[in-house]
């Protein structure tokens, strides 16, 4: 089955979602992109980082984006798929840098919708576990919970990584 112009992949922290969303990339056959979101402040991120980096492989073309995913989209080609990892990271770092959520949001969607190439974004589901006990965290986690319902609704394909088990949401794989 040939992969949907764009592919959505959720699911919980660890559950398989990278390395599922990195196989879909690889099924292609096309040059791939990363689009990378995450910023290594700290040794466990740099070590995560580093681990990802080798599931991959060195036969990507790495983009960071901490804060520019849809300026880094602009740059890819029909000829590409592209893996934006993740959504999540990215969100918080525009909160973090106090950028206006919703406008850099639709921005990213618009960015997706207009993007030659095949595109996977993966987030994480954040609305399944325990609310959290300061507003920050509650703002991050209602600011992802729609981010994430724009992409499923923009989507052709959602996908439900749980234990490394993917679950068709939306459209086939």
């Known amino acids: 089955m040939p992969l949907s112009s764009f592919t959505f ?27 990378a979101t995450a910023q290594a402040f700290d040794d466990e991120m740099r070590a995560k980082i580093s681990l990802h980096q080798a599931q991959r492989g060195d036969d990507w073309r790495t983009l960071e984006a901490p804060l520019e995913a849809a300026a880094a989209l602009a740059t890819c ?7 934006l990892d993740c959504a999540t990271l990215w969100l918080s770092n525009l909160l973090l840098a106090d950028r206006d959520l919703d406008a850099d949001g639709d921005a990213l969607l618009g960015a ?9 974004v993966v987030s994480n589901e954040v609305g399944q576990g325990v609310v959290p006990d ?4 509650r703002q991050f986690r209602n600011a992802q919970g729609r981010l994430n319902q724009k992409l499923a609704a923009q989507a052709d394909t ?9 679950q068709v949401l939306k459209g086939q794989i």
């Open 9 to 35: 992949v959720i699911g919980g922290t660890a559950s398989g979602k990278s390395a599922y969303a990195e196989s879909l990339c690889f099924q292609t056959k096309k040059p791939r992109v990363y689009i």
């Open 112 to 120: 997706i919708a207009t993007c030659p190439a095949q595109v996977i």
């Open 134 to 137: 300061n507003a920050l965290a």
């Open 77 to 83: 080609t029909a000829d590409d798929v592209v893996l």
């Open 158 to 166: 959602v996908v439900q990584v749980i234990v490394g088990l993917p």
